[in-house]
Each structure stands twice: as structure tokens, then as C-alpha cells.
């Protein structure tokens, strides 16, 4: 099995700043990969260097075998993403979503209406294709992100916080959707989370991040096996000395804010 990420020292300094500290993984092709660390931990500085948002101050990526420096288009075609900030059209409706998402990645168009009907009917949205999407719940919305980044049948899907804020219901229908997916379509999912037990029932293999540095990797069996630990959550507070619960609250804390800011 290839491998579809690399990556290699690599490092990105803000100011002096040491934001990632010359940091080394491997993703393989198909695989559910989390990325796991604190706040600040160098997560989210990580996958915009990944999809192009960010340059690296050194070190190498290899995106789906593209430099995302040199060959920063291809990297993009090579993986859909969800956001921790939704970032659907709310006045467009649910099929209007992704038919736009469709025409950018010059999906043609006989394909691009099977895949689309295909895909909300996978998330159970077919029914609501027509309805304004500001009229969604949180995890309808979230569905349909899902079912828009795989519409152009992207290598790999990045996940940043996909569940943060919803119920465990929900959170646990939206894993179905997404590893269910990652088995019929063979996409490699790229994930951050606060919720360990999420990291600890999907993912094949774990890097856990602390203060810009890979302080381990490896299934998550192998790092309780690791630190002598009963679950993953536990492993990740002897690998970083935090509490995940501590960051979870302060992550849906950040979230609640910014909803009262916009309801300004």
C-alpha cells in the first residue's frame, strides 16, 4: 500500500515562533489517519500546510505525490475537506450546494448529477435536496459537507473538528457516513478531533501532536500498549500532560462565541 501523504522535517516558523517543529509522518492510501494534540499544538498549522493555505518555512509534503508548493493545483484536486466553521452557501439550497461544488471542480455534468443524487441519498438529504440549507440542523449540515467533499472523488478527505459541538447521535451517524465512505470510495481520511474515543473507534493509526512536536504515532492499540493505558484518551494525557476534557470544553467554549458574535 502506497503511501498518499508525506511528510518530512517539516517545520513552519511565525515570528520566531516555532509553530511546528520539524515534524516526520506518513499517511497511507485509504487508511483513517487522526491527528490529535492539544490547543496550539501545531494541528490546524499542519493541514493548512497540507492544503496549500500555508507555506512551510522548510521541510517537505508530498500531497497525492504533489508538492504543494510547486504544484499547489493538483494538491487541491486531490482532496475534498470539511472545515471546523461551516462553509456551505445558507441561501442556496442542499442541491444548489453541490452543484456549484461540482462546476468549480469541473465535475462533468452527466456525472455530477448521478454522484450528487448518489451521495444525499447516502446522507439521507435526497428528500430535503430542494430546502434552503439556513433551515438544516447542525447535522444536517455537516452531512451535507461530507457528501460536497466527496463529490469530485477526492484521494484523500481532511476533517478538522467534523463533530465538534453536535450530539453523540449525531456524531456517531456522521462516522457511520464517513467510514462507510472511505470503504466504497477508497478515499484516505485525514482527521482532527477533540473527542479521543472518536480517534480511538476509526482511526487505523494516530499521531498525536504536543507543542509542535510528534510526540508519538501509531494505531491506537499501540499507544496504550505504549503508555499502559485502558483507553486512548488516558495514553493522550500521559504522552501531553493535558486534559482532553479541558480542551474539548475550551474548543465548543471558542464555538459558542463565535455564534453570539454573529447573531450581532
Not at 474548543?251 to 455564534?259: C, K, Q, S, V, Y
Request: glycine share 6%; no cysteine; net charge positive.
Amino acid at each position: 500500500m502506497k503511501n498518499i501523504i508525506e511528510v518530512k522535517n517539516l517545520t513552519k516558523n511565525f515570528n520566531g515562533f516555532v509553530a511546528v517543529n520539524s515534524i516526520s509522518f506518513l499517511v497511507k492510501e485509504g487508511e483513517i489517519f487522526a491527528f490529535l494534540g492539544p490547543n496550539s499544538a501545531g494541528k490546524t498549522t499542519t493541514v493548512k500546510m497540507l492544503t496549500t493555505l500555508l507555506k512551510p518555512t522548510r521541510g517537505e509534503i508530498r500531497v497525492n505525490g504533489y508538492d504543494p508548493i510547486t504544484h499547489p493545483h493538483n494538491v487541491r484536486r486531490s482532496f475534498g475537506i470539511v472545515f471546523q466553521d461551516q462553509s456551505l452557501d445558507d441561501e442556496l439550497t442542499a442541491y444548489e450546494n453541490m452543484e456549484f461544488h461540482g462546476i468549480l471542480y469541473q465535475v462533468p455534468k452527466d456525472i455530477r448529477q448521478e454522484r450528487i443524487e448518489k451521495l444525499l441519498k447516502f446522507v439521507e438529504l435526497w428528500n430535503r435536496k430542494d430546502d434552503l440549507v439556513k433551515h438544516f440542523s447542525g447535522g444536517m449540515k455537516r452531512r451535507l459537507e461530507i457528501a460536497r467533499g466527496f463529490l469530485h472523488q477526492p484521494k484523500i478527505f481532511f476533517l478538522d473538528e467534523p463533530t465538534l459541538g453536535l450530539d453523540s447521535q449525531t456524531r456517531n451517524h456522521i462516522w457511520n457516513y464517513i467510514k462507510e465512505l472511505n470503504g466504497k470510495e477508497k478515499t484516505t481520511v485525514f482527521f482532527t478531533t477533540h473527542y479521543i474515543e472518536e480517534a480511538d473507534r476509526v482511526a487505523n493509526r494516530v499521531a498525536i501532536i504536543d507543542n509542535g512536536i510528534i510526540v508519538a504515532q501509531g494505531s491506537p492499540q499501540e499507544l496504550k500498549e505504549l503508555t499502559q493505558s485502558s483507553s486512548l484518551e488516558e495514553a493522550f494525557l500521559k504522552l501531553t500532560g493535558h486534559t482532553i476534557r479541558e480542551e474539548e470544553a475550551a474548543a465548543i467554549d471558542r464555538l459558542r462565541m463565535r455564534r453570539k458574535i454573529m447573531r450581532r
